[in-house]
């Protein structure tokens, strides 16, 4: 109960901050190997982002939107972590020159706490789980459809135009019960039946009304 009292504090907290002004991280991780550089950053707004640069130069961009009891169960991972920390989380002194890691935490007492360390370097149990937490996150968003961001506030209307992820246009001839659509193609002329969850796995974007 303790801790679901901190992690409701924290929400409570982070929900405040999200009304006041613009997104703050909530923990941040840049993991350089050479010249390629990956970052990862969970946003208050549940947003996740992943980015990868080389020689300074973005080659990767893409971002997902957590479900809130999703986010929580992130949030309340890395708190329970983060309160077990300690000073020395970080147990051996492994050097690699051309790697690094470079962990911040944007929550707990000693916030913003930046931590860093050989991704060959023993580490105790708290930031082997703050490590693993975040290695999902990066997860989800490389796995995450392209479209699914871009659907996420659709409503879909009769009349409206849509790219298919097989490169293919149609349009939404019906919008039936619990949002399930009924799309003709416009060169076959063939309908087809989406449900609402598979509308990113179906639609790549969706280009205006039909005209």
């Known amino acids: ?4 009292s901190k992690v ?3 929400t409570l907290l982070v929900a405040a ?8 991280p909530v923990v941040e991780r840049m993991f350089t190997e050479g010249e390629v550089t990956t970052r990862v950053t969970l946003f208050s707004n549940r947003v996740v982002v992943v980015s990868i640069t080389e020689n300074g130069v973005q080659g990767f961009f893409k971002h997902i939107t957590l479900p809130p009891d999703q986010y929580l169960i992130y949030v309340g991972i890395l708190q329970k972590a983060v309160d077990e920390l300690g000073e020395k989380p970080v147990t051996s002194a492994v050097s690699t020159p051309r790697s690094r890691i470079v962990l911040t935490l944007h929550m707990g007492p000693n916030a913003p706490r930046t931590i860093e360390f050989s991704p060959l370097a023993t580490v105790s149990l708290p930031l082997a789980q703050i490590s693993g937490a975040v290695n999902d996150l990066e997860q989800l968003v490389r796995e995450a459809s392209p479209s699914l961001e871009a659907l996420r506030g659709w409503d879909p209307q009769r009349g409206d135009r849509v790219e298919m992820i097989n490169g293919d246009y149609a349009r939404v001839v019906e919008v039936l019960d619990e949002g399930v659509l009924v799309l003709e193609h416009e060169e076959t002329y063939i309908r087809e039946i989406v449900g609402p969850d598979a509308r ?3 639609i ?4 205006g009304p039909d005209k």
């Open 200 to 202: 990113d796995e179906v």
């Open 204 to 207: 790549l974007r969706v280009v």
């Open 1 to 4: 109960m303790k801790h679901f």
């Open 8 to 10: 409701a504090a924290l």
């Open 17 to 24: 901050a999200v009304s006041a002004q613009a997104p703050i």
